[in-house]
T-cell receptor, first 115, second 115 residues
Framework: DSGVTQTPKHLITATGQRVTLRCSPRSGDLSVYWYQQSLDQGLQFLIQYYNGEERAKGNILERFSAQQFPDLHSELNLSSLELGDSALYFC??????????????FGPGTRLTVL | AQKITQTQPGMFVQEKEAVTLDCTYDTSDQSYGLFWYKQPSSGEMIFLIYQGSYDEQNATEGRYSLNFQKARKSANLVISASQLGDSAMYFCAMRENTGGFKTIFGAGTRLFVKA
């Protein structure tokens, strides 16, 4: 158990809908990352937050948005869902060091299926 | 631009033997970190080992060691004394410590350990 929690574990929804994925980081970690893992794209970095502020942005679609709250939990919002958004969404957390071994510990993931 | 290449989609190794999983990377940053993660069939991402770009010695963690050759931009993972439980997907990842702080993952290598 990495200490990172994600809810829900599974989510099934229809095209055009909007969903929210939730992540709670490990105790003491200030940074949260979101990743999408699909069969054809592999593991794609979406976005990183540090202590409530966006720190790095990856291949995140405009239909997706995220935020980190004052209690450090984070939410990833996916809207106007398409079939291709079906994937495993991981949250990871780290202390947030700018240098050195700022190891990311991953949550169990949320499996999103868009029908 | 950042790039991680894992050229071995799948590998077989006999139980109790050592195996090397290849990873090459490309970056223009001088300061960066390299990570290896294991993803068993259950889906979670497990951190294995870290190597910093300024670390002079190769990292080791139990049966895992990282063969870091900076000039060749390679960071191969060596697993000694393979066990059946090592059968999994292995991902190499890199984080640049300046600029965007993005983390990118390779496509992964699926390792099969034979009894």
């Amino acid at each position: 158990d990495s200490g990172v929690t994600q809810t829900p574990k599974h989510l099934i929804t229809a095209t055009g809908q909007r969903v929210t994925l939730r992540c709670s980081p490990r105790s003491g970690d200030l940074s949260v990352y979101w990743y999408q893992q699909s069969l054809d794209q592999g593991l794609q970095f979406l976005i990183q937050y540090y202590n409530g502020e966006e720190r790095a942005k990856g291949n995140i679609l405009e239909r997706f948005s995220a935020q980190q709250f004052p209690d450090l939990h984070s939410e990833l919002n996916l809207s106007s869902l398409e079939l291709g958004d079906s994937a495993l969404y991981f949250c990871a957390s780290s202390v947030g060091f700018l240098r050195g071994a700022d190891t990311q510990y991953f949550g169990p993931g949320t499996r999103l299926t868009v029908l | 631009a950042q790039k991680i290449t894992q050229t071995q989609p799948g590998m077989f190794v006999q139980e109790k033997e050592a195996v090397t999983l290849d990873c090459t990377y490309d970056t223009s940053d001088q300061s960066y970190g390299l990570f290896w993660y294991k993803q068993p069939s259950s889906g979670e991402m497990i951190f294995l080992i870290y190597q910093g770009s300024y670390d002079e010695q190769n990292a080791t963690e139990g049966r895992y060691s990282l063969n870091f050759q900076k000039a060749r931009k390679s960071a191969n993972l060596v697993i000694s004394a393979s066990q059946l439980g090592d059968s999994a997907m292995y991902f190499c990842a890199m984080r640049e410590n300046t600029g965007g702080f993005k983390t990118i993952f390779g496509a992964g290598t699926r390792l099969f350990v034979k009894a």
